[in-house]
């Protein structure tokens, strides 16, 4: 059975670390590009990092980019379990955070972080973060 399933969210103060956890089942991490995005209230879900299925390489959007590592994606192919940390976590970080599974012919650094490439199938449910005071 397909499924993945995002953890370790909840409320935080700003400044603030989290440790996303996104639990794949039936994906190979091999043969798939597993990917966090997010979607703050009344915006579009915007990528923030996405693993290449090819070498474990990862890719980060320009807005993660910009926040000067404070995202950091890996993974454990052994517990088929990919990571999001966040740290030094601001207020506007506030949103549902999303994990998407993208097959290996449909992945590049390109598309592995935009949503409309993702079949609607292959997303988890998603896990809330707030940051607030």
């Known amino acids: 059975q397909l499924q993945l399933v995002e953890s370790g969210g909840g409320s935080v103060r700003p400044g603030g670390s989290l440790r996303l956890s996104c639990s794949v089942s039936?994906?190979?991490?091999?043969?798939?590009?597993i990917a966090w995005f997010r979607q703050a209230p009344g915006k579009e879900r915007e990528g923030i990092s996405c693993?290449?299925?090819?070498?474990?390489?990862?890719?980060?959007?320009d807005f993660a980019d910009s926040e000067k590592g404070r995202f950091t994606i890996s993974r454990d192919v052994a517990k088929n379990t990919v990571y999001l940390q966040m740290n030094e976590l601001k207020p506007e970080d506030t949103a549902v955070y999303y994990c998407?599974?993208?097959?290996?012919?449909?992945?590049?650094?390109?598309?592995?972080?935009?949503?409309?490439?993702?079949?609607?199938?292959?997303w988890g449910k998603g896990v809330l973060v707030t940051v607030s005071t």
């Open positions: 693993v290449s299925p090819r070498d474990g390489r990862a890719i980060y959007s």
């Open positions: 039936g994906y190979s991490l091999d043969d798939h590009s």
């Open positions: 998407a599974a993208l097959s290996k012919p449909y992945y590049s650094d390109y598309t592995c972080l935009r949503a409309n490439y993702y079949d609607t199938r292959d």
